[in-house]
């Protein structure tokens, strides 16, 4: 069964670095997501990327996050400046279409650490 | 602002009990609402999802069910067994204007043989 993988599973970095988390959606999707799950908190929406661009967007994503997707298969999630309330697990999902029908499917997440 | 809740927070219970978990939400006006399973250090499983327009939907030994006008759903889990121990998370997507999927905290649940 297809499904979103993601790289790494954990990172550590210190407070002030860059970091890219990388997905691989499932392969016939068109929609793409982050959520991040601060410990002991509840999933939050970051973005949703459709068509090349961002289609949503949360106020979590401030200008220190940006997404791109570099190549037909990948979708990625850079954080410019890390801090240390960004350690989190941060969850890629995607999905065929928007309707309602339709289910968001996630990887196993990236746990960020930051120090 | 929609905001979902879901009670308990945690639930221990015999194997082969059936059980409900209950997800609440403010705002009726939603455009689906899944279930989840997330184990441990892991991803998130889709269990299933309710369309606006309907009422429940099976899946095996679960059964989910909408009252949208109450902003109400609940889970219900047939004859339980310790390899459904795990946190189920509900998440309602408010409209078809929007993408995002809003969660509640989830209900930890610990089955025992």
């Known amino acids: 069964e297809p499904e979103v993988t993601q790289t790494p599973s954990h990172q550590v970095t210190q407070m002030g670095q860059e970091v890219i988390l990388r997905c691989v959606p499932i392969?016939?999707?068109?929609?793409f997501y982050w959520y991040r799950q601060i410990l002991g908190q509840k999933v939050e929406f970051l973005v949703s990327f459709y068509n090349n661009e961002i289609s949503e967007k949360s106020e979590i994503f401030d200008d220190q996050f940006s997404v791109e997707r570099p190549d037909g298969s990948n979708f990625t999630l850079k954080i410019r400046s890390t801090k240390l309330e960004d350690s989190a697990m941060y969850f890629c999902a995607s999905s065929w279409d928007k309707t309602s029908t339709d289910t968001q499917y996630f990887g196993p997440g990236t746990r960020l650490t930051v120090l | 602002k929609q905001e979902v809740t879901q009670i308990p927070a945690a639930l221990s219970v015999p194997e082969g009990e059936n059980l409900v978990l209950n997800c609440s939400f403010t705002?009726?006006?939603?455009?689906?609402l899944q279930w989840f399973r997330q184990d441990p250090g892991k991803g998130l499983t889709s269990l299933l999802l309710?369309?606006?327009?309907?009422r429940e939907q099976t899946s095996g030994r679960l059964n989910a069910s909408l009252d949208k006008s109450s902003g109400r759903s609940t889970l219900y889990i047939a004859a339980s067994q310790p390899g459904d121990s795990a946190t189920y998370l509900c998440?309602?997507?408010?409209?078809?204007?929007?993408?995002?999927?809003?969660f509640g905290s989830g209900t930890r649940l610990l089955v025992r043989p």
């Open positions: 705002d009726s006006a939603i455009y689906n």
């Open positions: 392969s016939n999707h068109l929609y």
């Open positions: 998440a309602v997507r408010p409209g078809d204007s929007s993408y995002k999927l809003i």
């Open positions: 309710i369309q606006s327009s309907q």
